[in-house]
């Protein structure tokens, strides 16, 4: 209510700013308060916001005037083509699952889970009480802190079996995002030009980092069981590589995870290699069916570098992630991470881990994954009544997406706009592939908002599917 | 009190833990209420911090048990150096700037301002108002809130002269940090193995992200009048430069501003070249006896790229900056950023921008301003009274530090570490110059915790001086 008063008013003068000649006075606060009858905060607010966009000034003590407005004049920035050069490495912008979507959409296309996932008191709360301690004004180590370090070493380390020696908390450096992190690990331990191993289709995220990193991606297929070891192995020898980037559970974008033996396959091909495997553990949260089994968990020799967010279960607004590496491979990653950005907001920190460690945390999970459940199975049966020439190849057992591959000829970029027009936004599966898509396949979100309109969406990405092929 | 409580049980507990088996029970959180006459809660977050220590575990239910804790064998990372390859560019670790420094210590090295400059209640208030809204749980947009694009703007924009178009929002990136920005410009605009331009000595962040990005530092020297502009044509000519990185406002470390003057003959030889000026403003909230004058805001044609941060300024939690830059150079930062972090967010830029939008924010500004003064005299007179051999080779009208040239022969790195041994902390010079040192420098920071402890640092300093030379 409070926000609406506030804006009328910041509606109504900017009305009155427009007529008025540049250097103008305002009405005072105390005649605006009484003009519109809201509190001075109301107006306090409004002017906050007229100041922000530029158009008033206030001189303390004197008062608030319309601002001059300079016209802009066009200007050629031609010359800066010579300064630029041609990029190093033309880097893909952000990809269509950034999109936000209208309300009145039906959105499948997304990588986030929908507001409603969130656990959004516990995060408020531990918000209010980071605020309130020393981390909303202190600086963070450099590996972040020790508390959230520890807190992170020990889950992985709960799934350590006997005879492996567990993750420490100073094996640990806290990321602000896991973004962050696949730049950091490609930068530091594979390096501008040379080969890095991925899995085909992989997260377009990790695609677009290795870009950036200038290091030569090299896909290496994957399917419903995990990457083929003999085939990785190959891979590995005709390169040269030396790491292999992968996500063992719930992958993005297939769902595929990799049974125990599957990661021990996969393991051992990296060791006889003497290279990393990185484990991207981007749904640990997410698990539905099946509890996330880190491969990270089953080495103590250094061979894993496991990547662990929390930034998709707590809240996009606390973008904290953690790397978990041993050796000399972890002080590559820190000192890359020191050069970028020096530490991690404290305060994000100490919320992250107050969120994580409450009891109602766990109840919250599992809460999200009945409604995982039940999301994805809806939408796995309007798809299957109403779309049926989307063939999905899994139904996966944890994760935020289904893969399915449309017929052979299916233009999907043509479809995936067909759909929006129809007001169903999905994400074409073109990104997730490193070099040529595979075939024609769509990625399709079932963690998004208003999972009632999933057999409507089915509906028109069936309907979508004919035209599309006629 | 409450913190003290809970510290307190979690120091018994650890001891009652280091005698218990592995699985044994813990007393209920009844019994341990009762036994330490403390609240439920406080018991809750003594629990809390052993179970993120990884000491306990709950089985919600149950009860709370000893953890197993696993002995560690060591391990040989050897295989790792054949995997890592030598490093393209080693990264120096952090800066001895970063250190944190224990209470009794005087703390003259820091890069940071002390805990009592920083706006305490504004960023608290900023902080709850933000979590309560919905930034807390929504993911930013990639370039940044759109009030805060527009906020900073505004603020380079108020700096323009007649004539010149001011910047607009969608000029604007917000950066999570200043850091960041520097790694993203490097990459973004120099580009691996390419020339780049800098002051000598400079912001060691500076130096360290160029290193990162690989590419390759041409240091130009700068004096208290910043660097000649002869000198700086005759390196963009000789090295085929596009990019100059500097700091005309308050320099780190030498304190020089630029005249409006020398601004606009840098600007000059910068265009006549066909190059960026890297205008890193990081001290703009702190003039003391002058105004902060942004030479990008004097330029309308793309050539100055701008950096401004809050994390200094309003808390080192807060790590929100931005970068202002127009054409496609912007469009490549911003392609970057998204590879690198994707977003900054949202209840942080939230948190800023209520911050420096506050009436408030000016009165703290100018009572930091009359502190920062006290301050710098104090040091000034204290150095001049008690360790005459440092010469300051100027009083600077901002900033937070004094840079100190001592007589020649001076070990800057032995006397480090005598002033540490007799309880002062400095910073050695070295650190600040992309080559060699120029000579023996040191830097005093004036912004850290009591100044009234600044005439016995500047004895201890006077002392060490004479003792290195013997």
Chains 1, 2 share one sequence.
Request: glycine share 8%.
């Amino acid at each position: 209510m409070d926000n609406d008063s506030s804006s009328r008013i910041v509606a109504q003068l900017k009305e009155w700013i427009a007529r008025a000649a540049p250097g103008s006075r305002l009405p005072s606060t105390r005649a605006l308060v009484a003009e519109h009858s809201v509190s001075p905060v109301t107006v306090q607010k409004a002017l906050q916001a007229l100041t922000a966009q530029g158009l008033i000034e206030s001189r303390p003590g004197v008062g608030t005037f319309v601002r001059a407005v300079r016209t802009a004049r066009p200007s050629d920035y031609g010359w800066q083509t010579a300064a630029l050069r041609s990029p190093q490495a033309p880097l893909r912008s952000a990809s269509a699952a950034m999109r936000s979507a209208p309300n009145d959409v039906i959105a499948l296309h997304s990588g986030y889970p929908a507001r409603e996932l969130l656990p959004e008191r516990l995060v408020r709360a531990a918000l209010i009480r980071a605020t309130r301690g020393e981390a909303a004004l202190t600086r963070a180590p450099a590996a972040g802190l020790p508390e959230l370090q520890s807190w992170f070493a020990h889950e992985l380390g709960t799934s350590t079996p006997p005879g492996v020696t567990p993750p420490g908390a100073s094996d640990v450096v806290v990321l602000p995002g896991s973004q962050s992190g696949l730049s950091s690990i490609f930068r530091a331990l594979v390096g501008s030009g040379q080969p890095l191993l991925m899995e085909s289709p992989s997260y377009w995220g990790a695609i677009l980092a290795a870009a950036q990193a200038g290091v030569r991606v090299v896909p290496v297929p994957s399917g419903p069981d995990g990457p083929d070891p003999d085939g990785l192995a190959r891979a590995f020898e005709e390169t040269g590589s030396r790491l292999f980037y992968a996500q063992a559970n719930y992958a993005n974008p297939t769902g595929a995870q990799w049974s125990v033996r599957r990661g021990d396959e996969v393991l051992e091909v990296v060791r006889r290699h003497g290279a990393f495997l990185v484990e991207d553990d981007w749904a640990h949260d997410f698990g539905i069916s099946s509890a996330p089994s880190p491969v990270a968990a089953r080495d103590d020799s250094g061979h894993v570098v496991y990547l662990r967010t929390l930034t998709k279960s707590v809240s996009p607004a606390i973008r904290v992630a953690a790397v978990i590496a041993r050796g000399p491979a972890r002080e590559r990653i820190l000192a890359d991470r020191g050069a970028e950005s020096m530490y991690v907001s404290g305060l994000l920190q100490a919320a992250a881990l107050d969120v994580v460690t409450q009891p109602a945390w766990q109840t919250h999970l599992r809460s999200v994954r009945h409604q995982l459940q039940s999301r994805r199975d809806l939408l796995v049966t309007s798809l299957r009544e109403h779309a049926p020439q989307a063939h999905l190849t899994l139904v996966p057992k944890g994760g935020l997406n289904l893969w399915a591959r449309l017929p052979d000829g299916t233009d999907v970029e043509q479809l995936s706009a067909d759909c929006e027009r129809a007001g169903l936004l999905i994400a074409a599966g073109t990104e997730w592939f490193p070099a040529e898509p595979a075939g024609p396949f769509i990625r399709l979100n079932y963690a998004g908002p208003n999972p009632g309109a999933f057999p409507e969406g089915a509906r028109i990405l069936g309907r979508a599917i004919q035209e599309n092929l006629r």
